[in-house]
């Protein structure tokens, strides 16, 4: 049972273009709600998060956009640059007080020049 | 610097051998994890690790066990690997919500 979804599972865009990564979740408890970003033969690295307090949250190109009632959320990633290119899961921490993220299966963008 | 190390980080075995693999972090977190990553599944948890000697059980703790006996060591060993073991293993050590991932260890199991 995945509790943490996303689509698509690969993405390209042209270079300059907004990529848009889509996050789904199922359990209610879940409060925060970080993406990571991996780059090929490298770690996962966090690139920006959420609480569920908030509806968006930006950081210079990269904007969260979070429905509650949906239990959905999407990345955005404006003016995308070749540099972009990576994989990005979503992930949720519940409010149970574990420290566990639960990761969604990830989303392989591919920007173009 | 924050940094999470990890070692080896390829390795080959056959199956029915030993596996050892160790991480390590420079921040004094007290919360270490070790996630197994095969395509098109993410990151699963094998084990979480609060603090020395106090270890849980993550998702898919079958085949594997861990060694944490001093805060910035955390070791997963698998007790004669198997096939579908063949995998890349990433540690993390956390800071309230946040992770750090180190480069990961590609393990092949013949």
């Known amino acids: 049972q995945q509790q943490v979804r996303q689509s698509p599972q690969s993405l390209t865009v042209w270079e300059g273009e907004t990529a848009i990564l889509n996050c789904s979740y199922e359990d209610s408890t879940f409060n925060y709600f970080p993406w990571y970003q991996q780059f090929p033969g490298e770690g996962p690295a966090l690139l920006i998060s959420i609480s569920s307090v908030s509806d968006k949250k930006e950081d210079g190109r990269f904007t969260i956009f979070f429905n509650k009632r949906e239990k959905k959320l999407s990345l955005h990633i404006t003016d995308s640059q070749p540099g972009d290119s990576a994989t990005y899961f979503c992930a949720a921490r519940g409010a149970s007080g574990s420290w566990q993220l639960i990761f969604g299966s990830g989303t392989q963008l591919t920007v173009m020049p | 610097d924050m940094k999470v190390t990890q070692m080896p980080r390829y390795l080959i075995k056959r199956m029915g051998e030993n596996v050892l693999l160790e991480c390590g972090q420079d921040m004094s977190h007290e919360t270490m994890y070790w996630y197994r990553q095969d395509p098109g599944l993410g990151l699963q948890l094998i084990y979480i690790s609060y603090d020395v000697d106090s270890n849980s059980e993550g998702d898919i703790p079958k085949g594997y066990r861990v060694s944490r006996k001093k805060r910035e060591h955390f070791s997963l060993i698998l007790d004669s690997a198997k096939t579908n073991q063949t995998s890349v293993y990433f540690c993390?050590?956390?800071?309230?919500?946040?992770?750090?991932f180190g480069p990961g260890t590609r393990l092949t199991v013949l």
């Open positions: 993390a050590s956390s800071w309230q919500y946040e992770q750090y």
